[in-house]
Structure formats: structure tokens, C-alpha cells
């Protein structure tokens, strides 16, 4: 058996509304991906109508079920786990944040050169959108990216410029919702 270093194991389960599935799972941390599945299992979903919980016993003893099966075939007990949600209170905002690339804050005519940090703030800035005090921001993804006057920018570190601004596409969930989940 070959004996890996960079490696961990990792629990995930996907909540859906026709089945529940918990895989375990050897993942490389180098290779960013999955070694070996020491673990599978799977029940009916039930409780659960287009993602919400409707029967929170019914919904926990499907995830209880699909969690059993897993660890039987991994022989191991899973302590820590990814959940994957969906359903109908998932929801997408196109959306866009701006901030200006000036590290030492004295104006000039030749731009910076944007770093990382620059990169986080506006896409930080992106998510200062006033939503609903029920809703959450789960994800900020990254369309595309302005400097100065030039759109269509995929990758923006390392160009220069005065100002950055990043389109992106904001995913939220109902907090409640969530929360049942997490609760089964």
C-alpha cells in the first residue's frame, strides 16, 4: 500500500431532496484531489421537500442512516463533515465592488501594481451589499475584473493601474434554512 504524506481524510455529505449521500474519503493536499474512497453511503432523503427541511425527525434519521453506512464501510466514526445544500433558498445577485490601488496613498501617474491584498479588498468591498438580515453570503465569486478603464480582466495580479473593480456573482442562503440543516 503506498503510504501518502500530504494527505488527510475528508467526510462529505450532500443533503438532497431525493436522496442522502456521506462520502469518506484519503484526499491529497498537494494534488487537490481525492485518493481513495474508504467510504460510501446512501439513503432516501425523506423530510426534506426542494431543500428545506419539513420533518426535521424524518430528515436527521436519513442523514443518521447514510452517516452509518459510511462509517461501517470506512470502519471509522466521522466526527467533523462538509455539508452540501441546495434548494430553493439558494439565490444569486450579480453584484460589484471597487476599491483604488494606491499603498502609500500619494497620488501619481503611474499606477501600482495589484498585489493579493488588493485582490481580497475588493472582492470584500463586492460583498458590502445591504441584503435581507435572514439571508447570508455563502460564496463571492469572481467574473471578471475592471483596472482603470480596461474590462474583461480574468487574472488582475501583477497588472497595474489606479483603481480595481471585480464583478462577481453572490451566492445566499437563508440563514434559517441552513441552520435547520445543520441541526439534523
Same mark, same amino acid.
Given at each position: 500500500?503506498?503510504?501518502?504524506?500530504?494527505?488527510?481524510?475528508?467526510?462529505?455529505?450532500?443533503?438532497?431532496?431525493?436522496?442522502?449521500?456521506?462520502?469518506?474519503?484519503?484526499?491529497?493536499?498537494?494534488?487537490?484531489?481525492?485518493?481513495?474512497?474508504?467510504?460510501?453511503?446512501?439513503?432516501?432523503?425523506?423530510?426534506?421537500?426542494?431543500?428545506?427541511?419539513?420533518?426535521?425527525?424524518?430528515?436527521?434519521?436519513?442523514?443518521?442512516?447514510?452517516?452509518?453506512?459510511?462509517?461501517?464501510?470506512?470502519?471509522?466514526?466521522?466526527?467533523?463533515?462538509?455539508?452540501?445544500?441546495?434548494?430553493?433558498?439558494?439565490?444569486?445577485?450579480?453584484?460589484?465592488?471597487?476599491?483604488?490601488? #494606491?499603498?502609500?496613498? $500619494?497620488?501619481?501617474? !503611474? @499606477?501600482? %501594481?495589484?498585489?493579493?491584498?488588493?485582490? /481580497?479588498?475588493? =472582492?470584500?468591498?463586492?460583498?458590502?451589499?445591504?441584503?435581507?438580515?435572514?439571508?447570508?453570503?455563502?460564496?463571492?465569486?469572481?467574473?471578471?475584473?475592471?483596472?482603470? #478603464?480596461?474590462?474583461? $480582466?480574468?487574472?488582475? !495580479? @501583477?497588472? %497595474?493601474?489606479?483603481?480595481?473593480?471585480? /464583478?462577481?456573482? =453572490?451566492?445566499?442562503?437563508?440563514?434559517?434554512?441552513?441552520?435547520?440543516?445543520?441541526?439534523?
Amino acid at each position: 500500500m503506498k503510504k501518502y504524506i500530504n494527505r488527510e481524510v475528508i467526510n462529505v455529505i450532500d443533503i438532497g431532496t431525493t436522496k442522502i449521500i456521506v462520502l469518506i474519503a484519503d484526499y491529497d493536499l498537494q494534488k487537490n484531489k481525492i485518493i481513495n474512497i474508504k467510504g460510501f453511503g446512501e439513503a432516501p432523503s425523506k423530510g426534506l421537500k426542494r431543500g428545506v427541511v419539513v420533518d426535521i425527525n424524518k430528515t436527521t434519521n436519513s442523514i443518521k442512516t447514510a452517516i452509518e453506512i459510511a462509517e461501517k464501510q470506512a470502519n471509522t466514526e466521522i466526527l467533523n463533515i462538509f455539508v452540501g445544500i441546495s434548494g430553493d433558498h439558494i439565490k444569486g445577485i450579480n453584484y460589484s465592488g471597487v476599491t483604488s490601488i #494606491n499603498p502609500n496613498k $500619494i497620488p501619481q501617474a !503611474l @499606477g501600482h %501594481s495589484i498585489t493579493e491584498e488588493d485582490v /481580497k479588498k475588493v =472582492l470584500e468591498q463586492a460583498k458590502s451589499i445591504n441584503i435581507s438580515t435572514d439571508r447570508r453570503i455563502m460564496h463571492v465569486l469572481p467574473q471578471e475584473y475592471k483596472i482603470d #478603464n480596461q474590462e474583461n $480582466i480574468k487574472e488582475p !495580479l @501583477g497588472l %497595474s493601474g489606479h483603481r480595481l473593480e471585480a /464583478k462577481v456573482h =453572490l451566492v445566499t442562503s437563508c440563514i434559517n434554512t441552513e441552520t435547520n440543516i445543520l441541526t439534523c
